[in-house]
């Protein structure tokens, strides 16, 4: 018999890709899961992986029965949400996933007034670029850069976020400011091959030709500090280089990247009273930090 707790193990183990990463996500350990695989194939009498140096391969029977514990997943996550929806109470868990230096740098301290509000209410906060599935309950809420296009969920924009081009006073000072068309003899702080935001590295190699790439780096957190250090000009949220009081605006927000930060959640967890909660909050909150988001001229 093959039944919903299999298919949760069958799933993981495939997308994880290891018996090892399964486990973290089961919150299982690996001997564990390797049990459950074995018992499971025994089961069914066919080897639904095999063992590759690339990890965890579907075999044929394998590729067979991934629809049906795809529908079995879903039919079980509806169900979590059949639940959830109709819980009136302000009381339990929610899950809520924002962009990693968003959330950490600017987010996390303003949630205190939704624990001070909502005492009874946990409040998950996975500060993550990745998109996390609202389908598949791998998060409640979510806020991000981009407006998901995927159905059943419900998008609300609730503000901007600026991004521009800062460096430190001590820079400028010896270097001189740039003209926006000319970034010649200027050196420049840019992303790595694993930063994922596409209009940023566009605009990057778009508008700073001739500057001088001297460091990388995939977090606005680092990029920030060398900014501060003197490295050069770095492309860095306006809430994020604004409160530094040695840097300084170089181009203004209307020359830089502005994006929609959207807020995002599954339309059958809306009648949720501590997700609605959630969502009520953010949106007073974001909408009311909106010019601080945004960014001001500056220059």
């Known amino acids: 018999m093959f039944g919903w707790d299999d298919a949760r193990f069958f799933l993981e183990i495939h997308r994880a890709g290891s018996l090892s990463a399964a486990g973290r996500k089961l919150r299982v350990n690996q001997s564990t899961v390797s049990r459950r695989l074995a018992a499971l194939e025994s089961a069914l009498g066919a080897r639904l992986f095999d063992r590759t140096p690339d990890g965890y391969l579907l075999t044929p029977a394998g590729e067979a029965l991934l629809p049906r514990a795809e529908r079995m997943e879903d039919e079980a996550i509806a169900a979590a949400r059949d639940v ?94 740039p003209r926006s068309s000319d970034f010649t003899g200027h ?23 001739g500057a001088r790439v001297v460091f990388k780096s995939n977090s606005p957190q680092s990029q920030l500090a060398a900014a501060e250090a003197g490295m050069g000009l770095a492309l860095l949220p306006c809430y994020l280089a604004e409160p ?38 953010l949106t007073q909150l974001l909408r009311r930090e909106h010019a601080r988001l945004r960014g001001g001229s500056g220059v």
Do not use: C, M
């Open 84 to 177: 959830a929806g109709g819980e009136s109470r302000l009381v339990g868990t929610v899950r809520l996933t924002a962009p990693e230096t968003f959330g950490s740098r600017f987010l996390t301290a303003r949630l205190a007034d939704f624990h001070q509000r909502y005492p009874d209410i946990t409040l998950e906060l996975v500060a993550d670029n990745r998109a996390f599935s609202l389908s598949r309950r791998e998060a409640d809420v979510a806020l991000r850069l981009d407006r998901p296009t995927q159905p059943l969920l419900v998008t609300r924009q609730v503000a901007e976020v600026g991004t521009t081009l800062y460096a430190a006073k001590a820079y400028l000072s010896t270097r001189g400011k």
């Open 187 to 209: 050196d420049l702080i840019g992303f790595d091959e694993t930063f994922q935001p596409e209009a940023e590295v566009r605009w990057l190699a778009q508008r700073t030709r």
């Open 244 to 281: 530094v009081p040695g840097l300084v605006q170089v181009l203004p927000v209307s020359e830089g990247v502005v994006r929609g930060l959207w807020l995002v959640l599954h339309r059958d967890l809306r009648q949720t009273a501590r997700v609605r909660a959630l969502t009520e909050f």
